[in-house]
């Protein structure tokens, strides 16, 4: 089945077998919530790190005597650097400290971590991914590459299979003076050779040329991937934010996501989103593993 709303991730989530997630961080009345609606659909086998702080009171739960959030998720990372996790889930602060932590936990490989959105776009209705709003402020190309895959992956878990992503810029020309627009012009390049399997990157594309196609063709740009977009891969966290915002707030648009990258799909809740995102988030993670 191919997800059509954000609704659907989780009855696709529901086919799969239990994942073994461990939460940690000083989680909302939310995401706990989210948590044990997880284990009771049959997601998820929950470990949670700071029980007797989140007032969990379950036997069958593993806990650790350690309450300083900054150990326990060092404990958690531990746990999944040992395969004892499949998922983490953080319901607290998204600090520096966390994020050093996630990626040291696949040390020495170290890849890009980016957190990767997905909403129902307004203008067609379909389920559409965006990357990064949340952690890579102003990512070099090599972490474009490997923030790139993380979506592509994220894409196929939901049925999408040969996606189609625009690489944005500010403008659809090359110019030596914006990176954007070279980087853009490089991952074109790439997919053209076959170097991301069966997605199709256009770019550099403004906004205007991704999102219609008789304004690409306009600008002389002839792709399918004009109006036809399943991932819109933005040049920084800046531009990508705001966009998110700018949907969220206008147009009453949804989020959910998931942050990529680590050895393990890691659960997170940034502010772009709802508090009910919260097992949309579980269920990505589920399909990922």
């Known amino acids: 089945m191919k997800p059509c709303c954000l609704e659907d991730i989780l009855k696709l989530a529901e086919g799969q077998p239990p994942k073994r997630m461990v939460v940690t961080g000083q989680s909302s009345r939310a995401a706990m919530v989210a948590v044990m609606q997880s284990q009771e659909l049959g997601l998820i086998n929950p470990f949670f790190c700071d029980a007797e702080r989140l007032n969990v009171k379950t036997d069958k739960d593993k806990r650790f005597a350690e309450t300083d959030s900054v150990n326990t998720i060092e404990q958690a990372c531990a746990m999944i650097a040992k395969n004892e996790a499949d998922i983490l889930f953080n319901g607290g602060p998204l600090t520096p400290s966390f994020f050093k932590q996630l990626t040291e936990t696949d040390s020495p490989r170290k890849r890009a971590i980016n957190y990767v959105s997905v909403f129902v776009a307004p203008k067609d209705r379909r389920l559409t991914l965006m990357t990064d709003a949340v952690v890579n402020s102003q990512p070099e190309l090599k972490s474009k590459i490997a923030m790139l895959e993380n979506t592509i992956s994220v894409a196929k878990a939901l049925g999408i299979e040969a996606p189609n992503v625009a690489a944005l810029a500010p403008l659809e020309l090359v110019n030596p003076a914006i990176r954007s627009t070279v980087d853009a012009a490089i991952l074109s390049k790439m997919s053209q050779r076959g170097q991301f399997g069966n997605a199709l990157v256009e770019g550099p594309l403004a906004m205007d040329n991704a999102e219609s196609a008789s304004a ?74």
């Open 216 to 289: 690409a063709r306009h600008k002389g740009i002839e792709s399918p991937v004009p109006g036809n977009v399943d991932i819109y891969l933005f040049p920084d966290i800046e531009s990508a934010n705001i966009t998110a915002q700018f949907l969220s707030r206008v147009f009453n648009v949804g989020f959910a996501g998931i942050l990529t990258g680590a050895k393990v799909p890691t659960v997170i809740q940034p502010p772009i989103e709802q508090s009910d995102s919260w097992l949309i988030n579980i269920a990505l993670a589920v399909l990922l593993v």
